[in-house]
């Protein structure tokens, strides 16, 4: 018999430890398989993660006295292998109790779906097999005429598909006759793009000086802070390579993968076919035989976005982390990692060194590096010392400004716009705002079209005429009318993307106009083909939210215009400048990448906010000295860590009740260093159906709190009604 510690599939702090199970010893299991247990009342059966097998000598009854409880056995043991490396399996545990979360839901987070510890992953799919015949003999006597054509094809080929050697009836009378052997092999249904190969450009001197830090430095992590246009992505090709020919493993993070196509393309061009990449558009079962490719030791580079820092690589050497300041790095439900603090954590565990790449780091990380806690790289300098882009900055609030039909464009920016298009040479316009009216009203009766599920405001999209919640992704239909008094007199106000569209079509009818948003990049490979085209000059305008700001190399781009730089600055979060900054600095760095200088018209109602001006600019420097200084003021991140507390209940009050107690039970803690605000009604204050209140913990030292906030989730989890989630290192506060 064995007797086996089982994680539950439910993510609930109250069942964050393993239980016990027994199973017989024929059963093929060790820690890293699923199982089918019974737990508790439960009438389903539900999916467990074996965390740690015993053989035993004992009997049932041996047991459960000497453990005091009794004992259950397993249904079935699910999986024939291990699913988890061990590397992968202690990062879990790490990362657990980091964030504060049970165990079994990084796990979940970890594997990809079809092999996720749940029951919704039975239906995955599974291992695909192609059947193939070989050729065991080849006299022909006693053949029918069509035998011996399958005879022949295969004396030719050896083996080949059973599909393609005959109808089925003619193969199965060769293997009948024993003139075939009938076997299978695991295929692979991602069909790769091939891309020719290419050879590295020999690195510039500031290039191999950042390349020779990294190499050969005594660092956990690298900060390699170059401004847009330094040759980043370079370094990256040249670091691959040498940790490669020393035998190890690459790890390759990008915030999205269909929007850094070119990325791609370089590691692929470079490496072919020992790169895998885990994009977010491959079906589950892609995405099964990509993991297992992987996990077989096959590719030794991955590219991937958030959830590829857990690809299943051993013997790693380098992880790296483009654009390490963009917020799609971190994930926004529960466990709420952050794929940064993972890979520092994951580098540390394998030995692997860390590298975070951007032009604009987030105030964390620049601090670290200023410290010394990181290596510190700079690329201060475009490749060729191509100049960055000449600024101007609009003020939105003085009408004169303003083209009197379109208040959304300045006149310059219109004749920046017309002037690009008479060189033949490419504009891209940024708007953070996706959609065509971002708050409609009822003119006749004053009905405001909210979301009913969050209470937001519903945004038009012309497109298919529908009113969407951004927020929570509620939609209806819209008919034109107002829901309360049917008139047709909707009055419209704020503008996005899509009506930018609209206008630009109407002041340059022959021009090539894109549109780059979420909307767009919903359907598979629609990103990519339009980044694609743009790059190759078949577009005259791009439009388009952040997704056009970060990354991307359009040579013939010259022209740079952001709407509303004000977008970002309104929303209440202590990242909002620095937000801000970094969305416009990268907007800014898109243009003049080519032969010709860029240029970047910034359009706003706060035209000496720092943010604003400094991201012009570009200047980072003086930037990160200016926020610093608020960041100290208000006791925010560098100078201090945060946790969220998320308090959920049905009922209104119920929520203002709990969260008032745990507030009260933190305090009478008087933990050194430690300070919580709230409660704070958040800006969406019903979610899922749960009222929620947030309590802001903030900390010095981790030493003391983390074990209290655990404890906390742990006996209050679903007691009365109430839950309470922890985002540790929040984003948006
Ligand atoms: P970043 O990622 O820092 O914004 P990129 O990696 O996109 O910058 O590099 C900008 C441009 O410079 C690219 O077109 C790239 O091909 C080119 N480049 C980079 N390194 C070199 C080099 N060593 N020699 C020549 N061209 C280079
Ligand atoms: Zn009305
Ligand atoms: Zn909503």
Not at 302 to 320: E, K, Q
Not at 423 to 452: D, H, M, W
Not at 502 to 516: G, Q, T, V
């Amino acid at each position: 018999m064995q007797l086996l510690e089982v994680l539950l599939e439910l993510p609930s702090s109250s069942l964050d430890r393993p239980f016990d199970y027994l199973c017989s010893d024929e059963a093929k299991v060790g820690v890293g398989f699923r199982v089918l247990i019974h737990f508790g009342h439960n009438p389903r059966p539900l999916v467990g993660f074996v965390t740690k097998v015993t053989p035993t000598n004992l009997s049932q009854k041996e047991l459960e006295e000497t453990k005091g409880y009794p004992i259950a056995w397993i249904d079935s043991v699910i999986d024939n292998e291990c699913l988890l490396k061990p590397d992968l399996f202690t990062l879990s545990d790490a990362l657990a109790s980091y964030y504060l979360c049970p165990r079994i839901s990084l796990l979940q987070a970890m594997l990809p779906s079809s092999l996720k510890p749940a029951r919704s992953s039975l239906k995955g799919p599974k291992v695909a097999y192609e059947s193939y015949v070989e050729l065991l003999k080849d006299d022909e006597e006693g053949l029918t005429p069509k035998q011996i054509e399958a005879v022949r094809l295969l004396k030719e080929r050896k083996r080949c598909k059973k599909k393609e050697a005959g109808s089925p009836s003619i193969v199965k009378a060769l293997i009948d006759k024993g003139y075939l052997r009938l076997y299978r092999e695991e295929i692979n249904r991602l069909q790769l793009t091939e891309v020719p190969r290419t050879e590295p450009f020999p690195l510039t001197s500031a290039q191999q000086a950042v390349f020779e830090k990294i190499t050969s430095g005594d660092k956990e992590v690298y900060l390699l802070q170059g401004v847009t246009g330094s040759g980043k992505t370079e370094v990256y090709l040249h670091l691959s390579s040498f940790y490669l020919e020393q035998g190890k493993t690459i790890l390759m993070l990008v915030p999205e993968i269909s929007l850094t196509p070119a990325m791609v393309r370089y590691f692929l061009s470079r490496f072919g076919k020992e790169v895998a990449i885990l994009h977010s558009s491959l079906t589950p079962a892609e995405k099964y035989d990509e993991y297992r490719r992987i996990a077989r030791g096959e590719a030794k580079v991955v590219v991937g976005a958030r959830s590829a820092i857990f690809a299943p690589l051993d013997n790693l050497g380098l992880i790296i982390l483009d654009e390490e300041h963009v917020e799609s790095y971190k994930q926004d439900s529960a466990p709420y990692y952050h794929a940064r603090e993972v890979a520092i954590l994951r580098g540390r565990q394998s030995g692997a060194k860390v590298v975070l790449g951007s032009a604009t780091p987030t105030l964390e990380t620049r601090a670290k590096a200023e410290a010394g806690i990181y290596g510190f790289c700079r690329l201060n300098q475009r490749v060729n010392a191509k100049p960055l882009p000449t600024t101007s900055i609009i003020d939105l609030s003085r009408p004169s400004n303003l083209l009197p039909s379109a208040r959304m464009f300045s006149k310059q920016l219109v004749e920046k716009i017309k002037d690009r298009l008479n060189k033949g040479e490419q504009t891209i316009l940024l708007l953070n705002r996706r959609g065509y009216a971002s708050y409609s009203t009822c003119g006749s009766c004053g009905y405001v079209f909210v979301c009913p599920s969050c209470g937001s405001h519903l945004t038009l999209h012309k497109a298919d005429m529908m009113l969407k919640c951004h927020h929570c992704g509620y939609v209806a239909p819209f008919d034109g009318t107002c829901p309360e008094c049917h008139s047709p007199n909707i009055a419209r106000a704020g503008y996005g993307t899509e009506r930018v569209c609209k206008y630009l079509a109407e002041f340059f009818p022959s021009a090539r106009i894109a549109r780059l948003d979420s909307d767009v990049s919903r359907i598979k490979d629609e990103a990519e083909d339009i980044t694609f085209k743009m790059k190759g000059g078949e577009y005259d305008i791009l439009v388009g939210t952040q997704m056009i700001a970060k990354g991307h190399d359009f040579p013939l781009c010259t022209l740079v215009g952001v709407l509303l730089a004000d977008v970002g600055l309104s929303i209440p979060s202590f990242r909002s400048a620095e937000s801000s900054f970094s969305l416009i600095a990268q907007a800014v760095g898109r243009a003049g990448r080519g032969q010709t200088l860029g240029e970047a018209i910034i359009q706003t109602f706060n035209p000496t906010n720092p943010a604003i001006t400094l991201g012009a600019k570009q200047d980072y420097d003086a930037f990160f000295r200016v926020e610093m200084q608020n960041r100290r003021a208000g006791n925010y991140p560098p100078y201090s860590h945060l946790a969220n507390l998320i308090i959920g209940a049905a009922k209104q009050e119920k929520a203002i009740e709990a969260s008032g107690a745990i507030k009260a039970a933190l305090r009478s803690q008087n933990f050194p260093g430690v300070d919580c605000l709230g409660p704070l009604i958040p800006y969406y204050e019903l979610e899922g159906g749960l009222y929620r209140r947030e309590l802001l913990v903030k900390f010095k030292t981790a030493v003391l709190i983390k074990p209290y906030l655990k404890k906390l989730v742990e006996t209050l989890s679903g007691k009365g009604g109430v839950r309470l989630y922890i985002d540790v290192d929040p984003l948006d506060y």
